[in-house]
């Protein structure tokens, strides 16, 4: 059981925007900034969103970050078959006093 | 752009202590957070700990009695060494920097490519 609450999976189509929810609490999502990684098939993880909602170079803009108290959404846009992957958010938990991710959302493009 | 490479050996029998080496190449490793993450077959993430070039160290508690990450700036290199490993240590273990300042706040970036390590006899 992950401390950050993920959708196991989520689907859309070409051209379809879909939203990946992230859930927390006071002592993690509720004090700190949320980061969000994407993992390619077979691949290492990498940076896709940090400090909410502020993109790497090389991201394009149909990724967008969002917080509300002790929850993150990452929405994106334009969807493409690109983008299947794994999508993984991560917050500092003072409770636990470590970082802690997501179990993970795999998005399917059908 | 800074690279990081992950070695070590791939298998390693239970009770011993698993030691993989982090390579850091085109870069500083000053002022970063060097961090382990790691990744058990088919699961997601989990934060194994960092250490702050400027020395301080914090470790997932559910590792803390069993790891240490070391830092060596003249050889560009990263350590994790885990004690007493079981199969639930079975993970590709990731080496990855931490930037942005605070140790609360910090993202990972870049990533290594990752080392499989399977513990068993």
């Known amino acids: 059981q992950s401390v950050l609450t993920q959708p196991p999976s989520v689907s859309g189509t070409p051209g379809q925007t879909v939203t990946i929810s992230c859930s927390g609490s006071?002592?993690?999502?509720?004090?700190?900034?949320v980061h969000w990684y994407q993992q390619l098939p077979g691949t290492a993880p990498r940076l896709l969103m940090y400090?909410?909602?502020q993109r790497p170079s090389g991201v394009p803009d149909r990724f967008a970050g969002s917080k509300s108290v002790t929850s993150a959404s990452l929405a994106i846009s334009g969807l493409r078959s690109e983008d299947e992957s794994d999508f993984y958010c991560a917050a500092w938990d003072d409770s636990l006093n470590a970082w802690v991710f997501g179990g993970g959302t795999k998005l399917t493009v059908l | 752009q800074v690279q990081l490479l992950e070695s070590g050996p791939g298998l390693v029998r239970p009770s011993e202590t698993l030691s993989l080496t982090c390579t850091v190449s085109r870069g500083s490793m000053r002022d970063y957070y060097w961090t382990w993450i790691r990744q058990p077959p088919g699961k997601g993430l989990e934060w194994v700990g960092y250490?702050?070039?400027?020395?301080?160290?914090t470790y997932n508690p559910s590792l803390k009695s069993r790891v240490t990450i070391s830092v060596d700036t003249s050889k560009n290199q990263v350590s994790l060494n885990l004690r007493s490993v079981t199969a639930a240590d079975t993970a590709v273990y990731y080496c990855?920097?931490?930037?942005?300042?605070?140790?609360?706040?910090?993202?990972?970036?870049?990533w290594g490519q990752g080392t499989l390590v399977i513990v068993s006899s």
């Open positions: 990855a920097r931490g930037r942005g300042g605070s140790p609360s706040e910090h993202w990972f970036d870049p």
């Open positions: 400090t909410g909602g």
């Open positions: 250490m702050y070039t400027r020395g301080s160290t």
């Open positions: 006071s002592s993690n999502i509720g004090g700190h900034t």
